[in-house]
C-alpha cells in the first residue's frame, strides 16, 4: 500500500467492512445480484471519494476493503453504502427478493468496521515503546 498525502497529512488510512443482511438471509446466491451490488458499492464509494481495494460476498453478507481520507465520515459512508443499495437492488431485483427479504429491511441494523493496517499492532506498540531508547 502507498502512503496517501494531502496538504498538511500523510496518511494511510484501510478500514474492513462488513455488512449483513437483516436476519442473515441468503441473498447473495444469485450471481446477477452480488455483481450490481459490487458495481453500486463502487460507484458510492467513489462518489464519495473513498477507494475499495477489495470486495466480495458470502451469501449473506459482503466484506469491503476501503481506503479512506482523514476527514471521511465513516458513519455516514456506511449509511450511504446500507441505504443506497439497498434501494436499487430492491428495485432491480424485486422479484427475486421478495421471497427472501421481509418488508422494508435489506441489511441488518449493526456492520463491523476495524482498521486495517500494513503492520501489526504489537511492532507500532514496540516502536513507540523504543522511541527514548534511540536518544
Known amino acids: ?12 488510512l484501510n478500514y474492513h467492512l462488513i455488512l449483513i443482511t437483516k436476519y442473515r438471509k441468503k441473498v447473495f ?3 446477477n445480484i452480488v455483481e450490481r451490488l459490487k458495481d453500486i458499492m463502487r460507484k458510492i464509494a467513489s462518489d464519495f471519494d473513498v477507494d475499495i481495494i477489495n470486495q ?5 453478507h459482503i466484506h469491503l476493503m476501503i481506503s479512506t481520507k482523514p476527514t471521511t465520515n465513516l458513519t455516514k459512508l456506511v449509511n450511504l453504502l446500507k441505504g443506497t443499495s439497498s434501494r436499487y437492488l430492491r428495485k432491480e431485483f424485486e422479484t427475486q427478493l421478495s421471497d427472501i427479504l421481509y418488508g422494508d429491511s435489506f441489511w441488518s441494523d449493526s456492520y463491523y468496521i476495524a482498521t486495517a493496517g500494513n503492520v501489526s499492532v504489537d511492532t507500532i506498540y514496540n516502536y513507540i515503546d523504543n522511541q527514548r ?3
Do not use: Q
Open 1 to 12: 500500500m502507498e502512503l496517501k498525502r494531502n496538504s498538511n497529512a500523510v496518511y494511510l
Open 29 to 31: 446466491i444469485n450471481d
Open 56 to 60: 466480495e460476498c458470502g451469501t449473506d
Open 133 to 135: 531508547k534511540k536518544i
